[in-house]
């Protein structure tokens, strides 16, 4: 069993990797339209990864099929290995191997984390890159093999569950691949809009525009610039990002039906939650910084809860009580099935229902009082999970927070840079905030983190599911 689901894992995830290898198309066809010169890395990076995909599904060739324990094995390591070949430009541009994979993890993972000093002093094909990077993990790169590849139609509801953000993946179509194509459809025809929204509107430069476009609706966080947003200094370009980090961090299946004419859909619990904590952590953050700081404050409010991670302010120089309130929001984050990570609001929204119901069962011991979600009564299983994955999540974080204390930081940074990198969200507070970069912590603290990117954005179990040594034993 053991070398069987080892060998179909390497098979698969080597299959993946030699498609994930043409994406470095992108960056060398900008290198060389500007003139670049090191524009051969790009070529040597494909070469690279797509000969290491070859061996791997060639030299673990197997007949047998997915099976759904397989989907935790190919899931975790495509991911993984997606973002050490991710590193190759990086790499190839002088950056350690160390400080080369947090930013390809911080990349692929939406987390937008980032150990770059200047941003600027890279060349615009690594800058193009770094977006390019975030793009492909927002709606997930497993999501796009699906949609595109159809000889991973059989194994392909093996995949979603466990790459799909939330409690309770949700499936547009009665086929898996026609929900993958539907998702990225949406997914790239948003981007499309804010593209041209950004530069015909707000007079961005097109290559900026594109950037952050790829950035915003992953809800990914990197820029081109090292100042973030605020470098464009433009009040219409921020309120056009707002809307599409809103779009970014709602649950895709509402877009598709409201599309589809279904307007009913906007009574859906979980979005008038999200909805009513964005407004309420906006209203807190205005009154707590002043009214002149009201486009900050919602920029900021919607750029965290969104886990995306755009800065236009130091926020980690504001009231303790307002950073409190954007802690807060990193771990709560945005709606199952939407491209923003940490709990989900669609958790903390059944957590909440589950503990009224509790409160009701005090008081009357022998009723039956089922949680309902939507009008409709969540399985046992599913609150389970739920209750299940809020432990794990804060005991993940209380442990890795506990961990880089030990190793110099202070509460409030170890606090905020584990919270940030677990909910892929981005910068932190304290000597992680928007002002300042990741670049300086101890290289324990940098692989702490990269594992808290990956855990947070494959939801825990998939990842902590293949350090089990039962689960390879079948």
Request: glycine share 8%.
């Amino acid at each position: 069993m053991v070398r069987q689901r080892v060998s179909l894992t390497l098979h698969i995830t080597g299959s993946l990797l030699k498609y994930f290898a043409l994406a470095y198309i992108f960056p060398l066809c900008v290198a060389l339209y500007y003139g670049e010169e090191g524009w051969r890395i790009y070529l040597y990076a494909l070469l690279l990864t797509l000969g290491v995909g070859l061996i791997l599904q060639f030299g673990f060739k197997t007949a047998r099929e997915i099976e759904r324990a397989d989907g935790f094995s190919i899931v975790a390591f495509t991911w993984l290995f997606i973002s050490l070949f991710g590193t190759l430009p990086y790499v190839f541009l002088g950056l350690g191997f160390l400080d080369a994979f947090f930013e390809a993890m911080s990349g692929f993972t939406t987390t937008g984390a980032s150990i770059l000093t200047v941003v600027e002093a890279l060349p615009k094909s690594a800058l193009l890159w770094r977006s390019l990077t975030q793009w492909l993990g927002g709606m997930g790169v497993i999501i796009l093999f699906i949609a595109i590849l159809p000889k991973l139609g059989v194994g392909g509801s093996q995949l979603f569950e466990f790459e799909t953000t939330g409690p309770m993946p949700d499936r547009l179509r009665p086929r898996f691949t026609t929900t993958a194509r539907l998702l990225w459809t949406i997914y790239v025809g948003f981007t499309a809009a804010q593209i041209a929204l950004l530069y015909f509107l707000a007079r961005l430069p097109l290559f900026d525009s594109i950037c952050v476009s790829f950035t915003t609706l992953s809800t990914g966080g990197f820029t081109p610039t090292t100042a973030s947003i605020a470098a464009y200094a433009s009040p219409l370009a921020e309120y056009i990002i707002i809307v599409f980090m809103f779009l970014g961090g709602t649950n895709f299946a509402i877009h598709y039906q409201f599309f589809r004419g279904n307007f009913r859909i906007l009574k859906d619990e979980e979005f008038r939650l999200y909805t009513v904590l964005l407004l309420v952590a906006t209203l807190v953050l205005v009154a707590s910084q002043g009214l002149s700081s009201c486009r900050d404050g919602l920029f900021q409010a919607v750029s965290i809860m969104t886990c995306t991670g755009f800065a236009t302010a130091d926020f980690a120089s504001w009231h303790f009580g307002t950073r409190a309130v954007l802690l807060a929001l990193m771990f709560i984050g945005a709606c199952g099935g939407s491209t923003g990570g940490a709990i989900k609001v669609a958790r903390i929204l059944a957590l909440l229902k589950y503990a009224r119901v509790m409160m009701r069962k005090a008081i009357s011991p022998n009723a039956v009082i089922p949680v309902k979600y939507n009008r409709k009564p969540l399985s046992e299983g599913v609150m389970r999970d739920v209750i299940s994955f809020f432990f794990l999540y804060i005991l993940v974080a209380v442990i890795a927070s506990i961990v880089l204390c030990f190793l110099g930081l202070d509460l409030e940074t170890s606090l905020s840079a584990v919270a940030t990198c677990q909910a892929n969200c981005g910068p932190g507070l304290g000597a992680v905030g928007p002002a300042a970069n990741f670049a300086w912590l101890p290289s324990a603290a940098k692989v702490i983190l990269i594992f808290c990117m990956w855990l947070g954005r494959l939801e825990l179990f998939t990842v902590f599911m293949i350090f089990s040594p039962r689960f390879w034993k079948g």
